[in-house]
Every structure is written in structure tokens, then in C-alpha cells.
């Protein structure tokens, strides 16, 4: 340790802290803004600027490390004008349209105005203005509102190695965008979103279907479905103020009802129907030297990614439609069979924790008798927004159930929602299946926690499985690098964003101050695993519903006709 004192208090720190933390260890609040914690620690913003004794200059307290005997001045006067004057500059270029911004009252920028009580711009001048960019199917780049933080910058380069935005010239011209000018569209981007969620302003958001969706609500002659995301539950309550955390599930189909949909239905049931069309692939192409491993194919970020980056494990992808994809392909088939509904008619909404499923919905790959499986993914944040739209007291909502015919799934389904989840819930059906017998412990923790890589190997009858699992494309660039040099597995679960879908891209915004020192991802993900462990059902192949379309549809996993409607071939 070593021996600081920050505005008078005398404090013992651990040595390798930045004066950030031990400040905020002692309870002292330093205003930060382009500091993320992990992601992006490079002092370019000034916010934190503090006074140290004997310092030719006021520091960045996110990159000093402490030191013995430091003397640290969080409040002196010539740190508040040095923070309002750095603040003052930043806004007098920076877009105000505050009253019909995404994002406002959620702005780290609009927060900081308020807390450190700028009252008035003392250097309005000349401002940039630059095109909006809002060619990508699920992002929009609105550079004016741009404050060069380069938070979105650390996370698509060094996090998820995607590396499409970067910062460009200098001074006054400095900008945050993509080679040559090039559209978000035209580079590529994974469509992930996660510099959406690291974003402290209104620059990059999700592209907004609410409209189209209000649109379909009006239009009699359609009959308009909703279906959700295992990971929306534990995150949409976050909309509403509610704690990290909190189980929605009830809350949100009432709320889904109440917006009108004719039928709102739970993602997971497909995530069942997933399971046993992915894990009848598995023990085929094991039984058969198939190609292996089997790589899960239900993160779109992670396929656009695979298609750009690692174009030779192709083949090594999963048929399977993405559980939403599946599910909106039975909506159009089984059920409009089952309920005489023509499918023309019939419009699915998805809502997904995630914006790189606005471009898979949108894929051509992804249809059946010229209809689009799913016609319009909304993230939660836009789900949230048409509840509010509504006027909907969602916190006070009475707790309803999904609706039938297709209610009904297990915990199996519910884990998709976070990194392991799909692997747990394969390993769950495929040991019974091999082992040809029921198991009473499903609980496969190797495979839990947000470590961003991890591995397990399993035996059952006889059969090794060797599984691995990565979140984030970085670590998936790791893993698949590993595979490259001859690392061998049988089953690989990759999802684009860290964590999983809890953590994905269309999820609620937390600001740097929240989810700097709390880890969202283990928060929600907890949160998922409750409701598993809640549920009566928590294997997918006693899923009755699943059992039914077999009967009634399929006849049995990976049937002619679950390849025709359930599975896809990804064209390059
Ligand atoms: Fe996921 Fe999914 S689990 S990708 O993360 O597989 O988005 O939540 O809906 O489709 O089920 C996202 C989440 C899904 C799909 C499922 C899968």
C-alpha cells in the first residue's frame, strides 16, 4: 500500500490504483467522461483533471498511478475553471438538439452540463457539420454529436477486434468514423452494436423500427406477433429504473399485450427447438466424421465476423437458423397451418437484446416462400421506448404468461441468453441422449461466468465432447486462432458480444459511472440463471410444445422438413 491524502482526507491505497480509484474507494466523485474502465483509459477527454503538489500541470486522474506521499486536490479552483472551460469547449461544438435526442436524460454529456452547473457557453463559434450516416441496417453514425472520446474507437479495435472506426485528422477537423469516408455500411462491421452501449452521447445509436412497427399495429388486415430474446427479461427493467438485474418476464409480456400484438411469444421455446436440430447435427456429424467442430451460428455479429475474418470455418457453422429466425419461419408455416392464417398476413416482431439482428432479419438467407422469417427486430431499448410511448406504467404491471400455442419453454431455452448458455443447454439434451438415460445434475458451471474463453470436456457413453465457448470477437479471434494452430474441439459456442446476448448491443445504457464498477454482464446473467434454476422444465427434449411439433410437423430433429424451414445455408 501506499500512503495518499486526496482534498485533506489521509488514505492507504493499494499500490497500481490511479488517483480515479483510490478517489472513489474513499468516496470522492471525480467527473469523468471519456474514461471507461478496461475499455478506454487514455486521459484524452480532461474531466478528471485533479491538482497534485509540486505537479507542473493539472493530471488525468484515470491514468496516474498513486504513489507514496501524493497530495491530490480534487476541487481547488483551478481544477473546477479547468473543467468547466474543457467542458464549455466541448459543447460549444457538440450538436444540442437535447429535446429529441435518443439519448437524452441518459447523456453523459447532458449529466455532466447539470452536475458541474454550466449555466452558459462562453466560446460559441464556428461548428462542424457533417452527413448522417444511416446506411447500416442497424446502426446510425451521427458524427455532430460526436465528442471524440474514442470509446466506440477501443471497443470495436481492441475489444472486438473489428477495427471499422478510427479517429481521423486533427484539431478542430478531428473526426471518429471509417476509412475514406466510407459508410458504416460498407466496411466491415459486424453490426455488434457494442460501440452503441460504450457511446456517452447521441452519436451512434440503433437504427429505430418503432415506426414500421406502430405501422403494423394500426393495420387490421395483419395479424402481428411479437416474440423476445431470452436476454430482454433480466434488462428492460432497467428502462424503468429498476435494478441490474431484475427478472421482467411477467411485467414485459403484459406490457407487449397491452401494446396490442394479437400473440406475444417467448424466443426460447425456438431456443429448445435449437437445441435439438443443433445437437442432432453434433452427434451426426460425430457419428458420421462430419466437419468439427460444430460452431453455434445464432450470434449474427459473429457470423458477418466469421464471413469477413475467418472465411475457412465456414463450413464448420451450424445449419441451424438463429432461435428468433426459427421461430418467425414456424410462425409463417406450423402455426399459420394450425391457426388458418394466411402467413402473407402474419408479422413478426423480434425483440432482441441485440441490433445485429435488424441485419440478419434482412438477410436474404433468412426467408421461406419469399417471405422474410421475421419482418422487424426492435432492440429492447426500442421496445422500452414504444412502452413509454404508450404510456405504460410498466413497474406496476401484473405479471402474464406467454401466449399459447407456442408458450412454453425451459431453462435450457432461457441460458441462451448468457455466454455458455447455448453450450450448457446442448450439453444438457446431448449427454441423455448419448447416455441414453435421464441425469439429475444438468448444472455444467465450467462452461458459466463472463470469462471471455472457456473450456470443458465431457464423456458421456463412451463419447468425448470436447467443448469451448468464447464471447466477444476478440476472444473468439483468439480461439479460432488457436483452432488454426491445431487446438481440437467438437462443439464451439461463439456469440459476438462479451458476455452473450446480456451484454448485447441493443440492451439498455448504462453510463460509464455504473457499468465502469459494476459488471453488467455477470449482474444479468445471474439474473438468467435464476429463472433456469425457477422453472419446472429445464431440458429442452422434454419441452411438450417441442414434443408436439415433432409429432404434429417435424416427425423427428433433422427431418427433411425441419431442414427446409428451420435450417439455412449462410451465401457469401
Ligand atoms: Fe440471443 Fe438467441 S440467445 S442470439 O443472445 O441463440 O439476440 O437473448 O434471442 O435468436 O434464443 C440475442 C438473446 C436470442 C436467438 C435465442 C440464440
Given at each position: 500500500?501506499?500512503?495518499?491524502?486526496?482534498?485533506?482526507?489521509?488514505?492507504?491505497?493499494?499500490?497500481?490504483?490511479?488517483?480515479?480509484?483510490?478517489?472513489?474507494?474513499?468516496?470522492?466523485?471525480?467527473?469523468?467522461?471519456?474514461?471507461?474502465?478496461?475499455?478506454?483509459?487514455?486521459?484524452?477527454?480532461?474531466?478528471?483533471?485533479?491538482?497534485?503538489?509540486?505537479?507542473?500541470?493539472?493530471?488525468?486522474?484515470?491514468?496516474?498511478?498513486?504513489?507514496?506521499?501524493?497530495?491530490?486536490?480534487?476541487?481547488?479552483?483551478?481544477?473546477?475553471?479547468?473543467?468547466?472551460?474543457?467542458?464549455?469547449?466541448?459543447?460549444?461544438?457538440?450538436?444540442?438538439?437535447?429535446?429529441?435526442?435518443?439519448?437524452?436524460?441518459?447523456?453523459?454529456?447532458?449529466?455532466?452540463?447539470?452536475?458541474?452547473?454550466?449555466?452558459?457557453?462562453?466560446?460559441?463559434?464556428?461548428?462542424?457539420?457533417?452527413?448522417?450516416?444511416?446506411?447500416?441496417?442497424?446502426?446510425?453514425?451521427?458524427?455532430?454529436?460526436?465528442?471524440?472520446?474514442?470509446?466506440?474507437?477501443?471497443?470495436?479495435?481492441?475489444?472486438?477486434?473489428?477495427?471499422?472506426?478510427?479517429?481521423?485528422?486533427?484539431?478542430?477537423?478531428?473526426?471518429?468514423?471509417?476509412?475514406?469516408?466510407?459508410?458504416?455500411?460498407?466496411?466491415?462491421?459486424?453490426?455488434?452494436?457494442?460501440?452503441?452501449?460504450?457511446?456517452?452521447?447521441?452519436?451512434?445509436?440503433?437504427?429505430?423500427?418503432?415506426?414500421?412497427?406502430?405501422?403494423?399495429?394500426?393495420?387490421?388486415?395483419?395479424?402481428?406477433?411479437?416474440?423476445?430474446?431470452?436476454?430482454?427479461?433480466?434488462?428492460?427493467?432497467?428502462?424503468?429504473?429498476?435494478?441490474?438485474?431484475?427478472?421482467?418476464?411477467?411485467?414485459?409480456?403484459?406490457?407487449?399485450?397491452?401494446?396490442?400484438?394479437?400473440?406475444?411469444?417467448?424466443?426460447?421455446?425456438?431456443?429448445?427447438?435449437?437445441?435439438?436440430?443443433?445437437?442432432?447435427?453434433?452427434?451426426?456429424?460425430?457419428?458420421?466424421?462430419?466437419?468439427?467442430?460444430?460452431?453455434?451460428?445464432?450470434?449474427?455479429?459473429?457470423?458477418?465476423?466469421?464471413?469477413?475474418?475467418?472465411?475457412?470455418?465456414?463450413?464448420?457453422?451450424?445449419?441451424?437458423?438463429?432461435?428468433?429466425?426459427?421461430?418467425?419461419?414456424?410462425?409463417?408455416?406450423?402455426?399459420?397451418?394450425?391457426?388458418?392464417?394466411?402467413?402473407?398476413?402474419?408479422?413478426?416482431?423480434?425483440?432482441?437484446?441485440?441490433?445485429?439482428?435488424?441485419?440478419?432479419?434482412?438477410?436474404?438467407?433468412l426467408s421461406a416462400n419469399g417471405l422474410a422469417d421475421v419482418d422487424v427486430v426492435l432492440t429492447t431499448r426500442e421496445a422500452a421506448r414504444m412502452?413509454?410511448?404508450?404510456?405504460?406504467?410498466?413497474?406496476?404491471?401484473?405479471?402474464?404468461?406467454?401466449?399459447?400455442?407456442?408458450?412454453?419453454?425451459?431453462?435450457?431455452?432461457?441460458?441462451?441468453?448468457?455466454?455458455?448458455?447455448?453450450?450448457?443447454?446442448?450439453?444438457?439434451?446431448?449427454?441423455?441422449?448419448?447416455?441414453?438415460?435421464?441425469?439429475?445434475?444438468?448444472?455444467?458451471?465450467?462452461?458459466?461466468?463472463?470469462?471471455?474463453?472457456?473450456?470443458?470436456?465431457?464423456?458421456?457413453?463412451?463419447?468425448?465432447?470436447?467443448?469451448?465457448?468464447?464471447?466477444?470477437?476478440?476472444?473468439?479471434?483468439?480461439?479460432?486462432?488457436?483452432?488454426?494452430?491445431?487446438?481440437?474441439?467438437?462443439?464451439?459456442?461463439?456469440?459476438?458480444?462479451?458476455?452473450?446476448?446480456?451484454?448485447?448491443?441493443?440492451?439498455?445504457?448504462?453510463?460509464?459511472?455504473?457499468?465502469?464498477?459494476?459488471?453488467?454482464?455477470?449482474?444479468?446473467?445471474?439474473?438468467?440463471?435464476?429463472?433456469?434454476?425457477?422453472?419446472?422444465?429445464?431440458?429442452?427434449?422434454?419441452?411438450?410444445?417441442?414434443?408436439?411439433?415433432?409429432?404434429?410437423?417435424?416427425?423427428?430433429?433433422?427431418?427433411?422438413?425441419?431442414?427446409?424451414?428451420?435450417?439455412?445455408?449462410?451465401?457469401?
Amino acid at each position: 500500500t501506499v500512503n495518499i491524502t486526496i482534498d485533506g482526507k489521509k488514505l492507504q491505497v493499494e499500490q497500481g490504483l490511479t488517483i480515479l480509484e483510490a478517489a472513489r474507494q474513499a468516496n470522492i466523485k471525480i467527473p469523468t467522461l471519456c474514461f471507461l474502465k478496461d475499455i478506454n483509459e487514455i486521459g484524452a477527454c480532461r474531466m478528471c483533471l485533479v491538482e497534485i503538489k509540486g505537479a507542473r500541470a493539472l493530471q488525468a486522474s484515470c491514468v496516474y498511478p498513486v504513489s507514496e506521499g501524493l497530495e491530490i486536490y480534487t476541487q481547488s479552483s483551478s481544477v473546477r475553471e479547468a473543467r468547466k472551460v474543457t467542458l464549455e469547449l466541448i459543447l460549444s461544438n457538440h450538436e444540442k438538439k437535447c429535446l429529441t435526442c435518443v439519448r437524452s436524460r441518459n447523456c453523459e454529456l447532458q449529466a455532466l452540463a447539470d452536475e458541474l452547473n454550466i449555466k452558459e457557453i462562453r466560446f460559441e463559434g464556428e461548428t462542424n457539420k457533417y452527413k448522417l450516416d444511416d446506411f447500416s441496417p442497424s446502426i446510425v453514425r451521427d458524427q455532430n454529436k460526436c465528442i471524440l472520446c474514442r470509446r466506440c474507437v477501443s471497443m470495436c479495435k481492441n475489444v472486438q477486434t473489428v477495427n471499422v472506426i478510427s479517429a481521423a485528422e486533427r484539431g478542430f477537423k478531428s473526426t471518429v468514423g471509417c476509412a475514406f469516408d466510407l459508410s458504416l455500411a460498407e466496411v466491415p462491421c459486424t453490426n455488434c452494436g457494442q460501440c452503441i452501449s460504450v457511446c456517452p452521447v447521441g452519436a451512434l445509436r440503433e437504427k429505430d423500427d418503432t415506426d414500421k412497427v406502430w405501422e403494423a399495429l394500426g393495420n387490421s388486415e395483419l395479424h402481428v406477433v411479437v416474440q423476445t430474446a431470452p436476454a430482454v427479461r433480466v434488462a428492460i427493467g432497467e428502462e424503468f429504473g429498476m435494478p441490474i438485474g431484475t427478472r421482467c418476464t411477467g411485467k414485459m409480456v403484459s406490457a407487449l399485450s397491452q401494446l396490442g400484438f394479437a400473440k406475444v411469444f417467448d424466443t426460447d421455446t425456438a431456443a429448445d427447438l435449437t437445441i435439438m436440430e443443433e445437437g442432432t447435427e453434433l452427434l451426426n456429424r460425430i457419428k458420421n466424421g462430419g466437419k468439427l467442430p460444430v460452431i453455434t451460428s445464432c450470434s449474427p455479429g459473429w457470423i458477418k465476423f466469421c464471413e469477413h475474418n475467418y472465411p475457412e470455418f465456414l463450413d464448420n457453422l451450424s445449419s441451424c437458423k438463429s432461435p428468433h429466425e426459427m421461430f418467425g419461419a414456424l410462425l409463417k408455416t406450423y402455426y399459420a397451418e394450425k391457426m388458418e392464417i394466411d402467413p402473407a398476413k402474419i408479422f413478426v416482431v423480434s425483440i432482441m437484446p441485440c441490433t445485429a439482428k435488424k441485419y440478419e432479419a434482412a438477410r436474404p438467407e433468412l426467408s421461406a416462400n419469399g417471405l422474410a422469417d421475421v419482418d422487424v427486430v426492435l432492440t429492447t431499448r426500442e421496445a422500452a421506448r414504444m412502452i413509454k410511448e404508450a404510456g405504460i406504467d410498466f413497474v406496476n404491471l401484473e405479471d402474464k404468461q406467454f401466449d399459447d400455442p407456442m408458450g412454453g419453454a425451459t431453462g435450457a431455452g432461457v441460458i441462451f441468453g448468457a455466454t455458455g448458455g447455448v453450450m450448457e443447454a446442448a450439453l444438457r439434451t446431448v449427454a441423455e441422449i448419448l447416455e441414453g438415460k435421464a441425469f439429475d445434475n444438468i448444472e455444467y458451471t465450467a462452461v458459466r461466468g463472463i470469462e471471455g474463453i472457456k473450456e470443458a470436456t465431457v464423456v458421456f457413453g463412451g463419447k468425448k465432447v470436447r467443448a469451448a465457448v468464447a464471447s466477444g470477437l476478440g476472444n473468439a479471434r483468439k480461439l479460432l486462432d488457436s483452432m488454426k494452430n491445431g487446438e481440437r474441439y467438437d462443439f464451439v459456442e461463439i456469440m459476438a458480444c462479451p458476455g452473450g446476448c446480456v451484454n448485447g448491443g441493443g440492451q439498455p445504457i448504462q453510463p460509464s459511472s455504473v457499468r465502469s464498477w459494476t459488471d453488467l454482464r455477470a449482474e444479468r446473467a445471474k439474473a438468467i440463471y435464476e429463472e433456469d434454476a425457477n422453472l419446472p422444465i429445464r431440458k429442452s427434449h422434454e419441452n411438450p410444445v417441442i414434443k408436439k411439433m415433432y409429432d404434429e410437423y417435424f416427425e423427428k430433429p433433422g427431418s427433411h422438413k425441419a431442414h427446409e424451414i428451420l435450417h439455412t445455408h449462410y451465401i457469401v
